[in-house]
Structure formats: structure tokens, C-alpha cells
């Protein structure tokens, strides 16, 4: 039985939604932020003490684009990969790398707005320098999403996923209404049933408490 350690809104709900695609059956492991993701044993599924962490019999994987490497090749199935040999192969493993150049930016800035409770903890020069940065990497997405659905001419694949979290998490930072194939592209993944079900449930534990982060003035 396949277990996936998560936090809602965190980075796994890339690993999350990927399941639910996927249709696989599998045990969710809800963590607090402040809680057990510290603890010795869990640090043992993930030294840095992150989520997500998957579980498969006696694999233990702890990085999301792993996870989906991991997941698409031993599931085939799914068709959500795309093998060495496929045309669209390694247009598939650079957005899958992409995503974790949109994460980054994601992660500074969730850092600075939330984490990061009282102003004079923060740097207003890093959350202006790092929401350009996120645009940037949007203006990428969105160039790429031009006469497309889906980030592959052949439709819909586990890096929409991995995206798709990424572009989540930027509409607390930045307009996506300034990127129109990016907030389309939002839309028709928020309406599939895996990123519905992928979504915090009622009185969960959310990473993030408002709807938009405004930058601070100055």
C-alpha cells in the first residue's frame, strides 16, 4: 500500500493530486507544520523534515519530482509519463525540473509573507525581488501554454501536476490575470477532480491564511 505524507497547500500537493490522477489506492498521512515533521521518526522518511514523503512497500522517496519519476515508472499505466524514447520525454523532465525553479521563488515568498510572522523579520527587498522573479518564470509558462491546454502537445501528464501546484501557489503573490494562458490554465486544472479532492478539506490546517499577499509598501 502506497502511503503519501503530506501538508495541506504545502509542495505535496503536487505528490497528492498526482495519486488521485493516477487512480491508485493509498493511505494519507496529514502532518502539522509545527508539529511532527521534526520528530525523530518521521525525519527518518525525511531527513530535511519535509513533505511530502512517499512510502511504497519498503521505497521510501522524499522529493516531489522524484515522486513523480518514481510513480510514472512504476505505474505506467497511468500514461501520465512520458518514457525515454518518447518524443515528448525530455520537453517532460524539464518542466518537471521547471517546477521546482517556480517552487523556489514559491518558497521564499511563503517564507517572507507567512512564516515569517512579524515585520521586522522580513525583507521587503527579497519579497519584491522574489515576485518578479515568480512572474518571470510565469511569463515562461504562459509563452509555452500558447494554442495549448496543457503543458505537452499531447495533453494532459504528471508535470501538470508539479506545475500546476506552482501556479496554485502564485496566485497569492502575483495577477495572474496579467498572464491569460497561465490563470486559464489555473482554471482547467481546478476543476478536475484530483486537484478538487487535493484541496484542504474544511478546518484543516492551511499554509495559506489570505486569499493575496500584498508587498509592503516602501
Not at 495519486?19 to 522518511?45: A, C, D, N, Q, W
Amino acid at each position: 500500500m502506497i502511503r503519501l505524507h503530506h501538508g495541506w497547500e504545502s509542495r505535496s500537493t503536487r505528490s497528492l493530486a498526482l495519486l488521485y490522477e493516477m487512480g491508485l489506492p493509498f493511505e494519507l498521512v496529514i502532518h502539522s507544520f509545527t508539529k511532527t515533521l521534526y520528530s525523530e521518526g518521521y525525519r527518518k522518511l525525511s531527513p530535511a523534515g519535509r513533505v511530502p514523503a512517499l512510502e511504497d512497500g519498503d521505497q521510501v522517496i522524499f522529493e516531489t519530482g522524484a515522486i513523480t519519476e518514481y510513480l510514472v515508472a512504476s505505474y505506467p499505466e497511468s500514461g501520465l509519463g512520458r518514457p525515454l524514447g518518447d518524443s515528448e520525454h525530455w520537453q517532460w523532465v524539464q518542466w518537471l525540473h521547471f517546477a521546482e525553479t517556480m517552487g523556489q521563488h514559491l518558497a521564499t515568498l511563503t517564507q517572507h509573507h507567512v512564516v515569517l510572522r512579524e515585520d521586522w523579520m522580513r525583507s521587503p527587498t527579497v519579497m519584491k525581488y522574489e515576485t518578479m522573479r515568480l512572474r518571470r518564470v510565469l511569463g515562461v509558462v504562459n509563452d509555452a501554454l500558447e494554442g495549448r491546454d496543457f503543458l505537452l502537445a499531447s495533453g494532459f501528464s504528471a508535470i501538470d501536476t508539479n506545475i500546476g501546484y506552482s501556479v496554485y501557489g502564485a496566485r497569492f503573490f502575483t495577477d495572474l490575470a496579467e498572464f491569460p494562458n497561465v490563470e486559464a490554465y489555473r482554471a482547467r486544472l481546478m476543476a478536475r477532480p484530483s486537484f478538487q479532492k487535493a484541496l484542504p478539506p474544511e478546518g484543516a490546517e492551511r499554509l495559506y491564511h489570505r486569499s493575496f499577499y500584498e508587498l509592503p509598501d516602501g
